[in-house]
Each structure stands twice: as structure tokens, then as C-alpha cells.
């Protein structure tokens, strides 16, 4: 009787120990994929603040 709930808990226990690790792993990469893609963004960003600001001043200048 014992041995059959140790084992049944051990079985519980290895189960739970997998979710775990897939929802870790699920969560990182989804973390990791959104990291990127904000990074793309502020790129992006930074990339049409600078085109704004050379716009801006050569207007001022033909002007």
C-alpha cells in the first residue's frame, strides 16, 4: 500500500516536473520573441527620428 502511493506520487511529481519544464521553456521563448521584436521597434524608431531630424534640417537650411 505504501509502495503504491510512492509510486503513484513519484509518477505525479515526474509529471508536474515536465509541465514545468515546457511552460519554463514556453515562457523564455516567448520572452526572448518579445525582447526581439521591441528591439526591432526602438530600431525602427530611432531610425525615422533620424531621418526626421536630417529632413528638419535640411529644410531650415533651403530655407
Known sequence: ???EWIRSNA???LIDLIGLYVIIR???WKIQHKLEEVEQRQTYANRLKKINRQNSTSDLEQE
Do not use: D, N, Q
Request: aromatic share 12%; hydrophobic share 80%.
Open 1 to 3: 500500500m505504501i509502495g
Open 26 to 28: 514556453f515562457l523564455s
Open 11 to 13: 509518477i505525479i511529481l
